[in-house]
């Protein structure tokens, strides 16, 4: 069962990679086809708590068990890596006609299907090391089989960062085996109970480094822009909407399926909250104001939502880390939500580099006369990610306020505003310089994208609203996982969700809010009937304008918010980083020029050094 | 269908109410602006007229989005008013909660915002641009006030807020945190686009950015939204610092006191820059804010 969803995939990447040499649709073809198949089993999978499964394996006389459990928490990862791979392969079929890297793409992108289920549903630390490897690999290759030059370096970046926090996972699950000679969770969290507090924060770490890397929290958020803005225009949606939750499924194991936080609750605490979990909660505030700011001068947009996708990161990672049933509730709704409008906006991109082949939003404009659709998914995603209602957005975000100011984290509490009102900010500026605003000439003769590449869009978009007024679905699996972590459960029904000073009635705000509509839309109808003029024909103040490129806002759109935080954005993390390692080399290579002399006679003393050395530690030991 | 019919009525009704009551501000406001320059200035019910002949007059339009951009404006804000008490009218406002409303009043701007930039005009894209920082400005230290208001009362429904200050004038919020309403104040003038903080509409330096290219029933129905959005920001103000009001007629007194100093103040100030106008928000109210809620929460 659970182990086939893992190998079908895996074994599926071969036959993608072979057949796709014939025609460049059939390897997605084949990847749409099992992701669905796989989503079809995983829902069956639904209220099957118990399902588990085992691979026993015996390497040089050393017997090793591989676990895998079905639990809510692994499935609901489950459905989302499913479903996401499901609506980007159908995409994929059209908008890589001319992509010459094709197979390799279908090849990774199905591995990395598998291995991501691998993840999810593991309950043992060592096959989530083994495919938490798999899955840095795959989506490895996938990156830097981007088309800009700059696609490997970001790869790269993405990749030294991914490993260093693997090996310091690694040598965390080494740590624990060697005390309680197995990999399963359930005993590492029995474990866990009898250790000191020095051990286990620093056990806490080691094994949370990896999933922070790969959630981009602050201080290790710099490969995301690099990573999302240059990987294919169809992985940004996968690397953004799902690949960067797993790092938050990782973040919930260690903070919640292990007994971490009730060893630590005994040391300091902050309102009822130990300073360690604060400490997280607070990078995840660092992370949205940092993130929020940066996406706001960018003129990439694929950079700019990405350095969005850091700043929704914040707000999940500050719902999880307060831990309270309220804030676990809103993480994963946000969670949940930043998926589908995250992909929503990442597919309306792509389909706008499918046709115009720039990320540059200063090279386009006026698009929405020509991709009406595309448009349509793309204001319904950000209506949705600036947590405006009637979406799915709003929910999630009222429940993570409720949560914070229930518990009176102020200084949380205002990070979590200023990325809410910033993002109105950032995502309104793609929307005003690529799609309205004047048309290039250029551009004059572009289409909307295929059907088939419309298909995934009109899902989210449905999806958007639907959870929007019905959170009540969400709702149920959480509660689910709720109980799973041993969490109380927040009061919901269909269409209903109880905060701690209020509740939230997504029915009667969708009804008011039609009603208004209606009424509005009924005075517009029956006021006397407007006169269609150009683009071009507007308020000039007297000018003559024909040329539609000149007059077109959006260049540094929000210039004079720009210049308030040039400073700040001049102190580039990711060049600390590289001066820090330019440092590490020549500081090598210092040793090495002393060390390293070519003469015979040093390397001699080198010898005889070693086994003094040798010596003087036999004799002591 | 009685039922449908009635409500459907009381939609109409206080929409239209609230409507009017906004552009009689509106015309209170330009009156006491021309006062305090030495002008006669217009009569008070001059923004009615305004209204009529613009509906009667001949318009323009830049395509699909120029019109969906202002009824989802329009729209937008007749959905905010229902969760605002005014009054005894409690409407829908049991079920509406402060953050609600300021999201709300969201899609308004939004609305606004993408048929104003949809007529292609780069002067209003310009004021789009201004007018998004400048309510990252005054959103911030707003919302961190709100925080200290519902950690305080327990409750974040705007009507729980207006009850809990009940019993006595000396209750109100303005008494008993008499900081956090001149922040609120202050915060008031540029959420309403007064004189200190207007540059996304500077008439004499952008062609009154977002409503450069709005004619004809596009600016009437500019006119109405604005007029409205006056109300509920006003509502909110009184039902959050005054103690709310037992009627509507005490109720549109109190919201016009505030539009009035409202009024006066701003008119005394000359126009900031925009990231003047972002810094002063973040300088003086936020940080006032997060000290007065601090000593809330302690």
């Not at chain 1, 970001?154 to 310091?168: E, I, N, Q």
């Not at chain 1, 309306?348 to 386009?364: H, N």
């Not at chain 1, 001049?570 to 040793?591: C, M, P, Q, V, W």
């Not at chain 2, 079920?95 to 915002?113: D, E, K, Q, R």
Request: charged fraction near 10%.
């Amino acid at each position: 069962m659970l182990i086939n969803y893992i190998f079908i995939p895996i074994i599926a990447a071969f036959f993608a990679y072979l057949l796709n040499k014939k025609g460049k649709y059939i390897g997605s073809i084949i990847t749409s086809l099992i992701s669905a198949y796989i989503l079809y089993q995983l829902i069956g999978l639904y209220g099957n708590w118990s399902l588990s499964q085992n691979i026993n394996l015996s390497i040089m006389g050393n017997d090793l068990q591989l676990l895998f459990a079905n639990n809510p928490l692994s499935w609901l990862f489950g459905i989302m890596t499913a479903s996401a791979t499901l609506l980007i392969s159908i995409f994929t079929i059209k908008s890589q006609e001319n992509y010459k890297l094709s197979s390799a793409f279908n090849f990774n992108f199905l591995i990395l299907f598998g291995s991501i289920i691998g993840v999810v549903f593991a309950s043992d630390f060592l096959s989530l090391f083994i495919f938490w490897e798999l899955m840095t690999w795959t989506s490895f290759y996938i990156i830097s089989g981007g088309k800009k030059a700059m696609a490997k370096k970001s790869a790269y970046r993405y990749f030294v960062l991914s490993a260093v926090g693997a090996y310091t996972m690694l040598m965390a699950i080494f740590m624990i085996y060697s005390q309680t000679g197995s990999f399963a969770i359930a005993e590492t969290a029995n474990y866990l109970q009898g250790i000191s507090t020095t051990h286990s924060l620093t056990l806490m770490f080691m094994l949370a480094l990896p999933f922070l890397t790969k959630a981009g929290l602050f201080p290790v958020h710099i490969w995301v822009k690099g990573a999302h803005g240059n990987a294919p225009k169809e992985f940004s949606p996968f690397l953004s909407g799902l690949m960067l939750k797993v790092g938050i499924y990782g973040l919930m194991v260690v903070l919640f399926l292990l007994p971490f936080s009730k060893v630590i609750e005994n040391t300091l605490s902050y309102r009822g909250l130990s300073v360690f979990s604060y400490l997280f909660a607070l990078l995840g505030a660092i992370t949205t104001v940092t993130g929020t700011i940066l996406a706001i001068r960018q003129e990439d947009m694929k950079k700019l939502i990405a350095y969005s996708s850091i700043s929704q990161m914040g707000y999940i990672i500050m719902g999880i880390a307060i831990a309270t049933p309220l804030g676990l509730t809103g993480g994963l709704l946000h969670m949940m939500n930043h998926l589908i409008f995250k992909s929503a906006i990442f597919l309306a991109l792509a389909a706008v580099i499918y046709r115009t082949g720039t990320t540059k939003m200063y090279e386009m404009g006026g698009l929405i006369f020509r991709m009406p659709l595309t448009f349509a998914t793309y204001l319904t995603a950000i209506i949705a990610l600036a947590g405006i209602p009637p979406t799915n957005g709003f929910i999630s975000k009222w429940v993570i306020y409720q949560a914070l100011i229930e518990k009176g984290y102020l200084f949380l509490a205002v990070a979590a505003f200023f990325g809410s009102i910033g993002s109105f900010m950032y995502v309104f500026k793609p929307l005003s310089t690529v799609f309205l605003g004047q048309l290039k000439p250029q551009h004059e003769k572009i289409k909307e994208v295929p059907f088939l590449m419309q298909v995934p869009m009109y899902i989210l978009m449905i999806l958007m609203v639907l959870f929007g007024v019905v959170p009540g679905i969400q709702m149920s699996i959480i509660s689910k996982i709720s109980s799973f972590v041993g969490m109380e459960a927040v009061n919901y029904s269909l269409f209903t969700i109880e905060g701690a000073y209020g509740a939230w009635n997504s029915l009667i705000i969708f009804n008011i809010f039609t009603g208004g509509f209606v009424l509005s839309l009924f005075v517009f109808i029956l006021a006397r009937k407007s006169k269609l003029v150009g683009l071009l024909d507007t308020y000039t103040s007297g000018e003559y304008m024909n040329d539609a490129e000149a007059y077109h806002f959006a260049y540094q759109y929000y210039r004079p918010f720009d210049r308030m935080f040039d400073s700040f954005a001049a102190k580039s993390l990711t060049r600390a980083y590289e001066s820090l390692a330019e440092n590490i080399a020549k500081i090598g290579n210092g040793i090495r020029k002393t060390v390293i002399t070519g003469n015979g006679q040093s390397y001699a003393f080198y010898a005889i050094l070693f086994f003094v050395i040798l010596a003087i530690a036999g004799w002591i030991i | 269908m009685i039922n449908i019919l009635t409500t459907a009525l009381h939609f109409i009704g206080i929409t239209i109410f609230s409507a009017a009551l906004g552009l009689f501000f509106m015309g209170i406001a330009r009156k006491i602006v021309a006062r305090i320059q030495k002008r006669y200035g217009p009569p008070i019910y001059q923004p009615y007229l305004d209204v009529i002949k613009l509906f009667g007059k001949k318009a323009i339009t830049h395509g699909f989005i120029f019109d969906f951009g202002t009824i989802m404006a329009f729209g937008g804000v007749i959905a905010t008013l229902f969760f605002v008490p005014l009054g005894a009218w409690t409407l829908y406002s049991l079920n509406g909660t402060v953050v609600l409303i300021i999201y709300l009043l969201a899609i308004a701007s939004l609305g606004m915002a993408m048929g104003t930039v949809g007529s292609g005009n780069p002067q209003a894209s310009i004021g789009i641009s201004r007018a998004l920082t400048q309510m990252l400005g005054y959103e911030l230290p707003y919302l961190v006030i709100l925080f200290g208001l519902i950690y305080k009362y327990q409750t974040s429904s705007v009507f729980g807020l207006a009850q809990a200050q009940a019993g006595g004038i000396m209750n109100w919020n303005l008494f008993t945190y008499p900081v956090a309403t001149v922040l609120a104040f202050v915060i008031l003038i540029g959420m309403t686009g007064k004189k200190p903080f207007d540059a996304m509409i500077a008439p004499s330096e952008i062609g009154s950015g977002p409503v450069v290219e709005s004619g004809g029933k596009y600016l009437g129905m500019m006119m109405l939204q604005k007029s409205i959005t006056i109300i509920v920001e006003l509502a909110l103000f009184v039902n959050l610092f005054l103690g709310g009001a037992d009627n509507i007629l005490s109720f549109s007194i109190k919201m016009l006191i505030v539009w009035i100093l409202a009024t006066m103040v701003g008119s005394l100030f000359p126009r900031f820059k925009i990231e003047e106008g972002v810094k002063f928000f973040w300088k003086w109210p936020l940080i006032i804010a997060i000290i007065q809620v601090l000593f809330i929460i302690y």
